[in-house]
């Protein structure tokens, strides 16, 4: 099979606005739940969210462009050109019909969406604001952008959104019908899902943190945010001199069948997904260090995560090193599977396991080692990433170092 | 050239013909113009008043627990259902984690309008998660999957009009990687108010002028905007070893799939149609067969200028100029189907291979220089199809086609 590896990153999350801020950030262990700026919520139940303060869109687009643009293709479209520049890309010389972009996302333009819904009600149809409410306006946008004209897809299986679309790049390569793939996700805090999250009764409220893996627990907060990983074969990537991050190694994919909204509780799909990609990557599991959680701090499902890992790997559980990033970045849904998939790289890279931050009371149903609080720095030879979704759809990623090539630490 | 043979093996339908692939096939066969007065919302000011609507939104005597389900999705599932049963009668328990589920899914349902209203109405505390959770996309793979037991991948692809064949693509890969045994593809859409009002306002509908006039005439000189349609199709496809049963049905063999971008605007297609022509000859290669072999293409064009004459200009700058293979639109008949659209015209090319005749493309009275191909005015064609080309192109400029084959 051929060798796929991960070659260019670029994100835009609550608690780092590019590759080094959100390193500095994932190691000071920094949380970016507030109360939430972006909408009223007098009226919401729940108030609290890990917003991107301070976007700045003017300094990235032209003010005519910003008109028709929702908040969600201004992300997707600042984290595309960390990446592509992070890499070294330069699509003038590649073959274009050979480039493409796959994205995840629950809501695509939902800001826009909400605008156009609230507008119409007072008898006014602002149709502009339907440009970015199709939810593929986001990778139409990207593959405008860089004129990208190989495939290019929306991912939407809820959470794991952002997971599936890189896995999608992954096959796409290894298959041979693309060169470069940008991947990644995108998800903004709006008021569509705090409410419906809300009437799950998911979410924290008060100054409560999100906890994952605490016996206190009581759920997440949303987040929002953006990530692109550039992924390519290592004999591309070789052939134009490009850093490698780490190799992607392979990938499982499962559905629980259960349930729309509730996991399956002995983890049976999670297992299934995470053995999976540990036989697609052809790794044994004693060479896992690091698994980053789906850990939505929900009751169900950290229970149900913490089953699914001693399920997969037995005894080697208690060796892992486990952390929900979601602990400070809030749960960003369609975006989550790549945020935490770029973490789990740059961890590798800069040599660190990332906390789970909010942890006080050990659970003694959540036995393993969650990484609580602190960052510790540590060699990451293999990690998973997990991310489970509504509707059962699972999905966790293998990275691993790369043979060939280990990309210098950034000195920041 | 693929190593591993994909076939279909299952296929069913909810369309404006009605419920069943029978209906389809003789809808298409005969010619059936589906354009009716929308009485399902008040179409107040808006200048296009038709639509080509499934009639009865519950379909028949479909379980009353998914009556609250969105359309959409009902449709899916009922499609699914049927795909399903037509390929393999009982589904054994390990057969289960080795199905994956590929739902090209419409962009918005009448319920998330509703859930737009209650939330701005009534506030954020009046939504109930049954609301929300049949506004999520994973709401139409994730009904099959329940309600059926599949455990394998379920993905939905919220891709606009080429969703269905985005679709089809990543099922491909899955299959020909060895992930999963058989794949369930769907592609599903339903008229809302919103996506009327908003294209008629962007004059992509074609206006109403009176209710006999026949408006949905892709390639016609005078044709002048969409009708929209919905519905659901679905196919069953599994790796050709896998149908060891004797007497396996097996309805053509899907040969070469292209996906592509034409990178040009967004909300917009390339005029030069380089999406399609990408597309179309992807899958040609994929196939490793010339144009001179196709003997059928069913169209993306949906009787806009925008769509018809880039498809036109991809055919001509893939096939020559002047070139006289049949391509035909089934959305003279069921309209624009959006995410649904992209699946019946693989079923369209299907039943063209296995029942060799080719749709006509209806409501066709003056040539079009612009659009110089044979469109199969009218009626129906007999004609062996032994090789053919199905096509999708949607706004913003994502583009695929399929290619398939009688299976030998």
């Given at each position: 099979m051929r060798r796929v590896v991960i070659t260019g990153i670029g994100v835009l999350t609550p608690i780092g606005k590019s590759k080094n801020t959100f390193v500095k950030a994932l190691k000071e262990g920094r949380s970016g739940v507030a109360p939430i700026t972006l909408f009223d919520t007098s009226k919401h139940r729940y108030k609290l969210a890990a917003e991107v303060k301070e976007l700045n869109p003017e300094k990235f687009f032209e003010r005519k462009d910003l008109r028709r643009m929702d908040r969600a293709s201004q992300m997707i479209l600042i984290a595309a050109r960390e990446a592509v520049a992070d890499a070294n890309l330069d699509f003038g010389n590649e073959d274009a019909n050979r480039c493409g972009v796959f994205l995840g996302t629950t809501l695509g333009g939902m800001i826009s969406g909400e605008k156009y819904h609230r507008m119409a009600q007072r008898n006014k149809l602002r149709l502009s604001l339907l440009l970015d409410f199709a939810p593929h306006a986001i990778a139409d946008r990207v593959a405008i952008a860089y004129k990208l004209q190989g495939a290019s897809s929306i991912f939407s299986t809820a959470c794991a959104s952002g997971g599936h679309s890189i896995a999608y790049a992954f096959d796409t390569l290894c298959q041979q019908k693309a060169d470069v793939m940008l991947a990644g996700g995108v998800d903004t805090v709006a008021e569509f899902t705090q409410a419906g999250f809300g009437s799950l009764q998911t979410l924290i409220t008060g100054d409560d943190q999100i906890r994952p893996f605490d016996k206190n627990r009581r759920g997440f907060a949303l987040g929002e945010g953006a990530a692109i990983l550039v992924l390519e074969t290592e004999a591309h990537a070789q052939a134009r001199g490009a850093k490698i991050?780490?190799?992607?190694g392979g990938y499982g994919v499962s559905s629980d069948a259960q349930h729309m909204t509730a996991p399956d509780k002995e983890g049976k799909g999670a297992a299934a997904a995470m053995l999976s990609a540990l036989k697609h990557a052809d790794e044994p599991k004693e060479n896992i260090d690091y698994i980053n959680a789906?850990?939505?701090?929900t009751k169900y499902n950290d229970l149900m995560e913490t089953r699914a890992i001693k399920r997969a790997f037995g005894s080697h559980a208690y060796q892992l090193n486990i952390s929900s990033t979601k602990s400070m970045i809030g749960h960003t849904l369609g975006a989550a599977g790549s945020i935490e998939l770029a973490a789990t790289a740059l961890a590798m890279n800069h040599g660190f396991l990332p906390p789970t931050i909010g942890y006080e009371t050990p659970d003694p149903e959540c036995d393993l080692n969650y990484v609580p609080n602190e960052s510790r720095p540590g060699r990451i030879r293999a990690a998973l990433s997990n991310s489970f979704g509504f509707g059962g759809a699972n999905i966790s990623i293998l990275i691993r170092e790369s043979k060939t090539a280990r990309i210098h630490s950034d000195p920041h | 050239m693929q190593t591993k043979r994909i076939i279909i093996t299952g296929v069913g339908v909810v369309s404006p013909f009605g419920t069943g692939k029978e209906a389809f096939i003789n809808g298409i066969e005969t010619g059936l113009y589906c354009a009716q007065a929308i009485t399902r919302f008040a179409t107040g000011a808006v200048r296009s008043k038709e639509a080509c609507l499934i009639r009865d939104e519950n379909l028949g005597d479909i379980d009353p627990r998914l009556a609250r389900l969105p359309a959409v999705y009902r449709y899916g599932l009922v499609a699914a259902e049927e795909a399903l049963n037509d390929s393999v009668i009982n589904l054994r328990e390990e057969e289960k984690d080795r199905l994956g589920i590929f739902y090209g899914t419409a962009c918005n349902t009448e319920q998330s309008v509703q859930y737009h209203l209650t939330l701005t109405e009534r506030g954020p505390n009046s939504v109930s998660p049954l609301m929300f959770q049949n506004t999520t996309y994973m709401a139409g793979p994730g009904i099959i999957s329940i309600r059926n037991g599949i455990t394998g991948p379920a993905i939905a692809i919220p891709g606009g009009y080429s969703a269905g064949l985005q679709a089809l693509d990543i099922a491909v890969s899955y299959l020909l990687s060895g992930y999963i045994d058989r794949a369930l593809i769907v592609g599903a859409e339903e008229v809302t108010r919103l996506q009327h009002e908003a294209l008629s306002s962007l004059k992509l509908l074609s206006p109403t002028r009176n209710d006999t006039e026949e408006i949905s005439r892709p390639f016609d000189a005078d044709r002048d905007g969409m009708v929209l349609g919905e519905g659901a199709g679905a196919l069953m496809l599994e790796v050709?070893?896998?149908?060891?049963?004797?007497g396996k049905k097996v309805y053509a063999e899907l040969v070469g799939i292209g996906i592509t971008h034409d990178?040009?605007?967004?909300?917009d297609v390339s005029p030069d149609g380089r999406g399609l022509e990408h597309s179309m000859r992807a899958a040609l290669t994929n196939a490793d067969e010339d144009p001179q072999s196709v003997d059928y293409i069913a169209a993306a064009a949906n009787s806009t200028r925008i769509f018809d004459n880039a498809e036109v200009a991809a055919i001509q700058k893939l096939f020559g100029l002047g070139n006289k293979t049949p391509v035909s639109s089934i959305k003279s008949m069921i309209g624009e189907t959006s995410a649904a659209g992209a699946i019946f015209n693989v079923v369209a090319a299907v039943f063209a291979i296995a029942n060799s005749f080719l749709p006509p493309t209806i409501n066709y009275k003056n040539h079009d220089p612009e659009c110089d191909v044979d469109c199969v005015p009218n009626t129906a064609r007999p004609q062996v199809v032994k090789f053919a080309l199905a096509n999708a192109c949607s706004f913003g400029g994502s583009c695929g086609t399929v290619a398939l084959k009688a299976f030998a």
């Amino acid at each position: 099979m051929r060798r796929v590896v991960i070659t260019g990153i670029g994100v835009l999350t609550p608690i780092g606005k590019s590759k080094n801020t959100f390193v500095k950030a994932l190691k000071e262990g920094r949380s970016g739940v507030a109360p939430i700026t972006l909408f009223d919520t007098s009226k919401h139940r729940y108030k609290l969210a890990a917003e991107v303060k301070e976007l700045n869109p003017e300094k990235f687009f032209e003010r005519k462009d910003l008109r028709r643009m929702d908040r969600a293709s201004q992300m997707i479209l600042i984290a595309a050109r960390e990446a592509v520049a992070d890499a070294n890309l330069d699509f003038g010389n590649e073959d274009a019909n050979r480039c493409g972009v796959f994205l995840g996302t629950t809501l695509g333009g939902m800001i826009s969406g909400e605008k156009y819904h609230r507008m119409a009600q007072r008898n006014k149809l602002r149709l502009s604001l339907l440009l970015d409410f199709a939810p593929h306006a986001i990778a139409d946008r990207v593959a405008i952008a860089y004129k990208l004209q190989g495939a290019s897809s929306i991912f939407s299986t809820a959470c794991a959104s952002g997971g599936h679309s890189i896995a999608y790049a992954f096959d796409t390569l290894c298959q041979q019908k693309a060169d470069v793939m940008l991947a990644g996700g995108v998800d903004t805090v709006a008021e569509f899902t705090q409410a419906g999250f809300g009437s799950l009764q998911t979410l924290i409220t008060g100054d409560d943190q999100i906890r994952p893996f605490d016996k206190n627990r009581r759920g997440f907060a949303l987040g929002e945010g953006a990530a692109i990983l550039v992924l390519e074969t290592e004999a591309h990537a070789q052939a134009r001199g490009a850093k490698i991050y780490c190799e992607f190694g392979g990938y499982g994919v499962s559905s629980d069948a259960q349930h729309m909204t509730a996991p399956d509780k002995e983890g049976k799909g999670a297992a299934a997904a995470m053995l999976s990609a540990l036989k697609h990557a052809d790794e044994p599991k004693e060479n896992i260090d690091y698994i980053n959680a789906h850990g939505t701090a929900t009751k169900y499902n950290d229970l149900m995560e913490t089953r699914a890992i001693k399920r997969a790997f037995g005894s080697h559980a208690y060796q892992l090193n486990i952390s929900s990033t979601k602990s400070m970045i809030g749960h960003t849904l369609g975006a989550a599977g790549s945020i935490e998939l770029a973490a789990t790289a740059l961890a590798m890279n800069h040599g660190f396991l990332p906390p789970t931050i909010g942890y006080e009371t050990p659970d003694p149903e959540c036995d393993l080692n969650y990484v609580p609080n602190e960052s510790r720095p540590g060699r990451i030879r293999a990690a998973l990433s997990n991310s489970f979704g509504f509707g059962g759809a699972n999905i966790s990623i293998l990275i691993r170092e790369s043979k060939t090539a280990r990309i210098h630490s950034d000195p920041h | 050239m693929q190593t591993k043979r994909i076939i279909i093996t299952g296929v069913g339908v909810v369309s404006p013909f009605g419920t069943g692939k029978e209906a389809f096939i003789n809808g298409i066969e005969t010619g059936l113009y589906c354009a009716q007065a929308i009485t399902r919302f008040a179409t107040g000011a808006v200048r296009s008043k038709e639509a080509c609507l499934i009639r009865d939104e519950n379909l028949g005597d479909i379980d009353p627990r998914l009556a609250r389900l969105p359309a959409v999705y009902r449709y899916g599932l009922v499609a699914a259902e049927e795909a399903l049963n037509d390929s393999v009668i009982n589904l054994r328990e390990e057969e289960k984690d080795r199905l994956g589920i590929f739902y090209g899914t419409a962009c918005n349902t009448e319920q998330s309008v509703q859930y737009h209203l209650t939330l701005t109405e009534r506030g954020p505390n009046s939504v109930s998660p049954l609301m929300f959770q049949n506004t999520t996309y994973m709401a139409g793979p994730g009904i099959i999957s329940i309600r059926n037991g599949i455990t394998g991948p379920a993905i939905a692809i919220p891709g606009g009009y080429s969703a269905g064949l985005q679709a089809l693509d990543i099922a491909v890969s899955y299959l020909l990687s060895g992930y999963i045994d058989r794949a369930l593809i769907v592609g599903a859409e339903e008229v809302t108010r919103l996506q009327h009002e908003a294209l008629s306002s962007l004059k992509l509908l074609s206006p109403t002028r009176n209710d006999t006039e026949e408006i949905s005439r892709p390639f016609d000189a005078d044709r002048d905007g969409m009708v929209l349609g919905e519905g659901a199709g679905a196919l069953m496809l599994e790796v050709s070893g896998n149908a060891k049963e004797p007497g396996k049905k097996v309805y053509a063999e899907l040969v070469g799939i292209g996906i592509t971008h034409d990178a040009y605007r967004t909300a917009d297609v390339s005029p030069d149609g380089r999406g399609l022509e990408h597309s179309m000859r992807a899958a040609l290669t994929n196939a490793d067969e010339d144009p001179q072999s196709v003997d059928y293409i069913a169209a993306a064009a949906n009787s806009t200028r925008i769509f018809d004459n880039a498809e036109v200009a991809a055919i001509q700058k893939l096939f020559g100029l002047g070139n006289k293979t049949p391509v035909s639109s089934i959305k003279s008949m069921i309209g624009e189907t959006s995410a649904a659209g992209a699946i019946f015209n693989v079923v369209a090319a299907v039943f063209a291979i296995a029942n060799s005749f080719l749709p006509p493309t209806i409501n066709y009275k003056n040539h079009d220089p612009e659009c110089d191909v044979d469109c199969v005015p009218n009626t129906a064609r007999p004609q062996v199809v032994k090789f053919a080309l199905a096509n999708a192109c949607s706004f913003g400029g994502s583009c695929g086609t399929v290619a398939l084959k009688a299976f030998a």
